[in-house]
């Protein structure tokens, strides 16, 4: 038993010396993944400017005037249909007595990727429409309830607050696409108006391929009333082209839904 004892103790040791089990280490909670920020703008097109004297006959102002004759009531009726998207109620009744053409600015010419002016009328369509929900009362915390937040109840500062995203997302669309951005009116409210042709074609064009919008404004004088006082007012031309579509020239109609 004696000679045992040595042994004994020397497993004893052994056991002793082997290190503890250490407990298992939880698993750190891995951390959400961040949404992704979503650029204000798609893509960049590709501007171009060409100044052209007032006098020069092109098509541009080929369409110009005779769409200013119809109304005139001195040229061809069907010049009326040369606005984009066909003659409305107010295009079809709508006289001029007088008028001439006063001032050309440069034609542009804008070429771009259709999925880009896609891509970037979605989203600020989205931020336009959150915008409004929120000033509706039917944002977060609201629930449309006419008799809680109405948009009446928004001081100037928070409604500038609220318009924020939405306007952002259009500065930056102007930067990227200004001549799209300007003819489909995204700094208006009128942007939304059932009325706007542009919406419409740039719902029937797609998403694939490219495209080159042309635009060219006219200045037009009127003298109007008894004393014959001088108004000068826009009058938009456009062509947009893709590989499936020429709408040709035609006049941009603005007077239904905003004279400027």
């Keep these: 038993m004696k000679r045992a004892l040595p042994l004994i103790l020397a497993s004893a040791f052994l056991l ?115 915008a409004l929900a929120k000033l509706m009362g039917g944002g977060p915390g609201g629930d449309g309830d006419p008799e809680g937040l109405g948009v009446e109840m928004f001081d100037a500062e928070t409604a500038a607050q609220i318009q924020g995203p939405t306007k952002a997302r259009a500065a930056a669309f102007y930067k990227s696409h200004p001549v799209f951005a300007y003819v489909i009116r995204v700094d208006r409210e009128v942007y939304w108006h059932p009325k706007n042709p542009m919406r419409k074609l740039l719902g029937d064009v797609g998403s694939t391929g490219r495209y080159q919008l042309d635009f060219n404004l006219f200045r037009i004088e009127t003298l109007e009333g008894r004393d014959k006082k001088s108004r000068v007012w826009p009058l938009r031309v456009v062509r947009m082209r893709t590989d499936k579509m020429d709408t040709g020239w035609k006049v941009l109609p603005a007077s239904d839904w905003n004279a400027e």
């Design 16 to 130: 002793a010396a082997k290190p503890a089990k250490q407990p298992k280490a939880e698993k750190a909670e891995k951390a959400p993944a961040a949404a992704p920020v979503e650029p204000l703008s798609y893509g960049q097109a590709k501007v171009s400017e060409t100044t052209v004297d007032l006098n020069v006959v092109d098509e541009p102002r080929k369409v110009a005037e005779a769409y200013l004759r119809a109304l005139e009531g001195k040229g061809d009726e069907a010049a009326r249909e040369t606005l984009l998207g066909g003659a409305t109620l107010n295009a079809r009744l709508e006289v001029l007595s007088n008028w001439r053409i006063v001032a050309r600015e440069p034609l542009k010419s804008e070429q771009g990727e259709l999925a880009d002016v896609q891509k970037s009328v979605e989203s600020l369509d989205k931020e336009g429409r959150a």
